[in-house]
C-alpha cells in the first residue's frame, strides 16, 4: 500500500496544453437578465413620459385644427373668386346688351352686311363663350320669373297667358337672369272658355243620340 500525502487531492486529467479555465468553462450570463436594481421604473421618468405625450397629443390636435381651417379658408376664397369672375362677366354682358339689341334689329331688317355682319357675328360667339344665353319665344306661355309684360290683350285661341310676341329678347348666364324677356301676352278671351264647354258638350249629346227622353 502506499501512503496518501495528507493535504492533496487528486484531481483528474487534464489534457496536455489546456489551460485550466478550460476544464471548468465559467457559466455564461444568460441573457435579458435586467442588471440589479433596475426592476422598478423611475416614477419622475414615467411622469416626463406621460407630460410628452400629453404635449404631442395637444399639439397633434392643433396642427390638424389648423389645417382644417386653411382648407376652410381655400374653398372660402375659391368661391369667392368664382363669385367674383360671374359678377365681373355679368357686368360686362349686361353693358353689351344694347349693342346685341341692335344688331338683332339690324338682322331683322336685312341690314346685317358686309363687315359689320361680320364683326357682330365674332361678337355674338365671344358672348355665347362668355355664357350670355338669350330666350323668349312666341307661343310659351307667360312666366313672371323670367318675362316682362309690356303689352296685354285678350285672344279666342289661347287656353292661358301666352306669349303672342317677343318685344325684346331676354338673357341669362347659366341660371342668372340678367334681363327678362320684354313680351306681349294675350289671355283667353272672358266667356270663351265656357262656351267651349257648352259646345263640347253638344258634340258629345250629338254623338250619343242626344239626351234621354221620358
Same mark, same amino acid.
Request: charged fraction near 30%; hydrophobic fraction near 35%; include cysteine.
Given at each position: 500500500?502506499? *501512503?496518501?500525502?495528507? #493535504?492533496?487531492? =487528486?484531481?483528474?486529467?487534464?489534457?496536455?496544453?489546456?489551460?485550466?479555465? @478550460?476544464? %471548468?468553462?465559467? &457559466?455564461?450570463?444568460?441573457?435579458?437578465?435586467?442588471?440589479?436594481?433596475?426592476?422598478?421604473?423611475?416614477?419622475?421618468?414615467?411622469?416626463?413620459?406621460?407630460?410628452?405625450?400629453?404635449?404631442?397629443?395637444?399639439?397633434? &390636435?392643433?396642427?390638424?385644427?389648423?389645417?382644417?381651417?386653411?382648407?376652410?379658408?381655400? !374653398?372660402?376664397? =375659391? !368661391? @369667392?373668386?368664382?363669385?367674383?369672375?360671374?359678377?365681373?362677366? &355679368?357686368?360686362?354682358?349686361?353693358?353689351?346688351?344694347?349693342?346685341?339689341?341692335?344688331? #338683332?334689329?339690324?338682322?331683322?331688317?336685312?341690314?346685317?352686311?358686309?363687315?359689320?355682319?361680320?364683326?357682330?357675328?365674332?361678337? =355674338?360667339?365671344?358672348?355665347?363663350?362668355?355664357?350670355? $344665353? $338669350?330666350?323668349?319665344?312666341?307661343? %310659351?306661355?307667360?312666366?313672371?320669373?323670367?318675362?316682362?309684360?309690356?303689352?296685354?290683350?285678350?285672344?279666342?285661341?289661347?287656353?292661358?297667358?301666352?306669349?303672342?310676341?317677343?318685344?325684346?329678347?331676354?338673357?341669362?348666364?347659366? %341660371?342668372?337672369?340678367?334681363?327678362?324677356? !320684354?313680351?306681349?301676352?294675350?289671355?283667353? $278671351?272672358?266667356?270663351?272658355?265656357?262656351?267651349? *264647354?257648352?259646345?263640347?258638350?253638344? &258634340?258629345?249629346?250629338?254623338?250619343?243620340?242626344?239626351?234621354?227622353?221620358?
Amino acid at each position: 500500500m502506499t *501512503e496518501e500525502t495528507p #493535504g492533496f487531492e =487528486e484531481k483528474p486529467d487534464v489534457p496536455s496544453g489546456a489551460t485550466p479555465d @478550460d476544464a %471548468e468553462p465559467m &457559466a455564461a450570463p444568460q441573457e435579458g437578465t435586467a442588471p440589479a436594481g433596475d426592476g422598478h421604473a423611475d416614477p419622475g421618468l414615467v411622469a416626463q413620459l406621460d407630460q410628452v405625450r400629453t404635449a404631442l397629443g395637444e399639439r397633434t &390636435a392643433d396642427l390638424q385644427r389648423l389645417q382644417a381651417e386653411y382648407q376652410n379658408y381655400r !374653398r372660402r376664397v =375659391e !368661391r @369667392d373668386r368664382i363669385t367674383v369672375k360671374e359678377i365681373a362677366v &355679368a357686368n360686362l354682358l349686361t353693358e353689351l346688351l344694347p349693342v346685341l339689341d341692335d344688331i #338683332g334689329r339690324a338682322r331683322e331688317h336685312g341690314e346685317l352686311v358686309g363687315g359689320f355682319k361680320s364683326v357682330a357675328e365674332s361678337l =355674338e360667339t365671344v358672348a355665347a363663350k362668355m355664357g350670355l $344665353q $338669350q330666350f323668349g319665344k312666341e307661343g %310659351e306661355p307667360f312666366d313672371p320669373t323670367i318675362h316682362e309684360a309690356l303689352m296685354h290683350s285678350y285672344a279666342p285661341d289661347v287656353t292661358e297667358t301666352t306669349c303672342v310676341a317677343i318685344l325684346q329678347p331676354g338673357y341669362r348666364i347659366g %341660371e342668372r337672369t340678367i334681363r327678362p324677356a !320684354r313680351v306681349a301676352v294675350a289671355e283667353p $278671351q272672358p266667356g270663351a272658355q265656357t262656351v267651349k *264647354e257648352e259646345s263640347a258638350e253638344a &258634340a258629345d249629346d250629338k254623338e250619343s243620340g242626344g239626351p234621354d227622353e221620358g
